[in-house]
């Protein structure tokens, strides 16, 4: 079965189709939704928590399927299980917004970055902080992971791309 996850990115929808990683035309809704893509019209409601107000800015799915990673607009995260579609973990640490969300390839990490010019990476398994990266001057904007070498790349409005070994110590 294949799905997509569906939020809400600064007033608009963003869905991510799980197999390519990319966005595909959005629905109306601000609540959390998983879609089963052969029955669209069929959606299942995730509530993550009737106490987060707030908008979904961008959502990660993991390598290995299991999770669902969406970063809010005030500066949470909650990690869902998919098939159980319950919240596992709400991650808090940012100062601002989320503005991107990518997994380790082993999918026990995943890495986030906000407007407060961070990358903060969390152990999913007990929800730890685990380092915070602090090298951008502006809001960090996106990031992405090499699935080769694990390296992460992020980018920023300081006008600045570094490459990060996620390997080594900062």
């Not at 995730?46 to 990673?69: E, F, H, Q, R």
């Amino acid at each position: 079965m294949s799905f997509v996850a569906v939020g809400t990115r600064e007033g608009g929808n963003l869905i991510r189709k799980r197999a390519l990683h990319r966005q595909i035309p959005a629905c109306a809704g601000m609540t959390a939704r998983f879609l089963e893509i052969s029955k669209l019209y069929n959606t299942n409601e995730i509530n993550p928590n009737s106490n987060v107000p707030g908008k979904i800015l961008c959502l990660s799915w993991s390598p290995d399927g299991t999770y669902i990673a969406a970063g809010y607009q005030n500066n949470i995260i909650i990690v869902f299980h998919v098939k159980s579609k319950q919240a596992v973990q709400t991650l808090t640490g940012h100062n601002q917004y989320i503005s991107s969300l990518v997994w380790t390839n082993d999918s026990k990490e995943l890495i986030s970055s906000s407007r407060d010019s961070t990358i903060k990476i969390w152990d999913i398994s007990n929800g730890e902080l685990l380092q915070t990266l602090t090298n951008h001057n502006g809001i960090v904007y996106d990031l992405d992971i090499d699935r080769q070498s694990s390296n992460l790349v992020s980018c920023s409005s300081d006008s600045t791309i570094i490459i990060w070994e996620l390997n080594k110590p900062e």
